[in-house]
């Protein structure tokens, strides 16, 4: 069984950067398409960017292009979700999720879930 466990969320100014870490256990990252997703208050929890297993390709939400890099150091067994120029609209929970597919850009091709992390961002 999978075990995610997510850190690295706190509060930001706009235009300031956080670095997400995904930790996993009871698996080997480089064997899964490692996911971000987030969910804001009333909203539901969409995809923000993945990294195959499969020549390491990788997909973001437009929403985020330019501004996040999805990253996998497989010596650590980790995935990293490096996020600048953050804006008050990417507050949100986000949430580390491993796949069994290529590519994974909906929420349902994930079978394991972290317990997500809070990431607030003040305008």
């Known amino acids: 069984q999978v075990q995610l466990v997510e850190s690295g969320g706190g509060l930001v100014q706009a235009g300031g950067s956080l670095r997400l870490s995904c930790a996993a256990s009871?698996?080997?990252?480089?064997?899964?398409?490692m996911g971000w997703f987030r969910q804001a208050p009333g909203k539901s929890r969409e995809f923000v960017t993945s990294?195959?297993?499969?020549?390491?390709?990788?997909n973001y939400a437009e929403s985020v292009k330019g501004r996040f890099t999805v990253s996998r150091d497989n010596a650590e067994n980790t995935v990293y979700l490096q996020m600048n120029s953050l804006e008050p609209e990417d507050t949100a929970v986000y949430y580390c999720?491993?796949?069994?597919?290529?590519?994974?850009?909906?929420?349902?091709?994930?079978?394991?879930w972290g317990q997500g992390t809070q990431v607030t961002v003040s305008s």
């Open positions: 999720a491993g796949s069994h597919t290529v590519f994974g850009r909906t929420w349902y091709e994930y079978d394991y």
């Open positions: 990294i195959s297993w499969r020549n390491d390709i990788t």
């Open positions: 009871g698996g080997t990252v480089s064997t899964y398409t």
